[in-house]
């Protein structure tokens, strides 16, 4: 498979006091009549993370941005919980008529930079609103857990939800200091969640320092992970599995290298791989964490690598 990027998809600068800067880990939510959805974090003046979303129509390689959430979707908690810094988009799953929306939920430390937690808020209906199910996370810090966590991935199959995250094994006073890699829980319902500490994919290399933001596809002969992983900057990486548990990692396709100049010339990162259409789409941020806003690249399969054949959620 070939990635072709088609340029930046939206640049939320200035949109509102709440929406000053930065579309960061964008998810794609197909709305079913032309448009799909991406929640995204953003920043205000005193740089806490809110949850808005904007509404693309997308055609092929052509979109144009139709709509942009008024209110946030998802805001920071009051003084002292665990999301009173901000709240930044982790992932959306349906489950019938309901929405679940992860998210994580920042605190500014004091002898780290930050600590952070997997918060919930769900939609019973279409037509209604996002609400927090709890003040607390529904996935905190734990013996199996017990530096940081950072942004979700679910999958629900069947009765089974099944979560990738980002969890640190090491911190310190400096960002440069942590070692962060991707974990694996699972749960009944969506809400109470079983961990054991595994480790679905780890580090490799002296140089690498942190893995992120894992998208997870099921294919019918496996699952497919796409992520971002540093050392001195973001980058896109992606890995393969036969059960979601034991990943391999393999060649990123071609066409997601940094651009010579512009919004994605210095990072890649937070992808989100999804279909609209019959067509294949990556949503990623660029330089700054995506401060500038995200954008799209289009997947074209050669000629002995047919269209991908996934699973849909049930």
Same mark, same amino acid.
């Given at each position: 498979?070939?990635?072709?990027?088609?340029?930046?998809?939206?640049?939320?600068?200035?949109?509102?006091?709440?929406?000053?800067?930065?579309?960061?880990?964008?998810?794609?939510?197909?709305?079913?009549? =032309?448009?799909?959805?991406?929640?995204?974090?953003?920043?205000?003046?005193?740089?806490?993370?809110?949850?808005?979303?904007? +509404?693309?129509?997308?055609?092929?390689?052509?979109?144009? %941005?139709?709509?942009?959430?008024?209110?946030?979707?998802?805001?920071?908690?009051?003084?002292?919980?665990?999301?009173?810094?901000?709240?930044?988009?982790?992932?959306?799953?349906?489950?019938?008529?309901?929405?679940?929306?992860?998210? %994580? =939920?920042?605190?500014?430390?004091?002898?780290?930079?930050?600590?952070?937690?997997?918060?919930?808020?769900?939609?019973?209906?279409?037509?209604?609103?996002?609400?927090?199910?709890?003040?607390?996370? !529904?996935? +905190?810090?734990?013996?199996?857990?017990?530096?940081?966590?950072?942004?979700?991935?679910?999958?629900?199959?069947?009765?089974?939800?099944?979560?990738?995250?980002?969890?640190?094994?090491?911190?310190?006073?400096? @960002?440069?200091?942590?070692?962060? %890699?991707?974990?694996?829980?699972?749960?009944?319902?969506?809400?109470?969640?079983?961990?054991?500490?595994?480790?679905?994919?780890?580090?490799?290399?002296?140089?690498?320092?942190?893995?992120?933001?894992?998208? %997870?596809?099921?294919?019918?002969?496996?699952?497919?992970?796409?992520?971002?992983?540093?050392?001195?900057?973001?980058?896109?990486?992606?890995?393969?599995?036969?059960?979601?548990?034991?990943?391999?990692?393999?060649? !990123? @396709?071609?066409?997601?290298?940094?651009? @010579?100049?512009?919004?994605?010339?210095?990072?890649? *990162?937070?992808?989100?791989?999804?279909?609209?259409? =019959? @067509?294949?789409?990556?949503?990623?941020? =660029?330089?700054?964490?995506?401060?500038?806003?995200?954008?799209? *690249?289009? *997947?074209?399969?050669?000629?002995?690598?047919?269209?991908?054949?996934?699973?849909?959620?049930?």
């Amino acid at each position: 498979m070939r990635w072709r990027k088609l340029g930046l998809a939206f640049d939320p600068s200035g949109y509102a006091p709440w929406m000053i800067s930065h579309a960061a880990n964008p998810v794609a939510d197909d709305l079913g009549d =032309g448009r799909v959805r991406f929640y995204f974090g953003t920043r205000d003046a005193k740089n806490r993370s809110h949850i808005g979303f904007v +509404d693309l129509e997308l055609a092929d390689d052509r979109f144009r %941005v139709v709509g942009v959430s008024p209110e946030p979707v998802v805001a920071p908690g009051e003084t002292g919980l665990f999301d009173d810094s901000g709240t930044s988009m982790g992932c959306l799953v349906r489950n019938g008529d309901c929405r679940f929306l992860y998210y %994580v =939920g920042w605190n500014l430390g004091v002898t780290v930079p930050w600590r952070n937690s997997i918060g919930l808020a769900i939609a019973l209906k279409p037509t209604e609103a996002f609400a927090k199910v709890s003040r607390a996370p !529904v996935l +905190d810090r734990s013996d199996d857990d017990p530096f940081s966590l950072s942004y979700p991935w679910v999958l629900r199959e069947g009765s089974r939800w099944r979560m990738w995250y980002g969890s640190n094994t090491a911190w310190g006073p400096h @960002q440069d200091d942590l070692r962060h %890699v991707i974990k694996y829980a699972e749960s009944a319902d969506g809400t109470h969640w079983e961990r054991e500490g595994r480790i679905a994919l780890g580090l490799e290399g002296d140089d690498e320092t942190a893995l992120s933001r894992p998208c %997870v596809r099921h294919r019918m002969d496996g699952y497919q992970m796409w992520f971002c992983h540093r050392g001195s900057t973001y980058r896109l990486g992606y890995a393969e599995s036969p059960d979601g548990l034991r990943w391999v990692r393999r060649p !990123v @396709q071609d066409g997601m290298e940094l651009s @010579q100049n512009g919004w994605d010339s210095e990072m890649i *990162a937070y992808p989100c791989v999804f279909d609209h259409a =019959g @067509q294949t789409y990556m949503a990623y941020n =660029g330089n700054g964490y995506g401060r500038g806003g995200f954008g799209l *690249a289009i *997947a074209e399969p050669s000629e002995d690598e047919p269209g991908l054949s996934v699973e849909t959620q049930a």
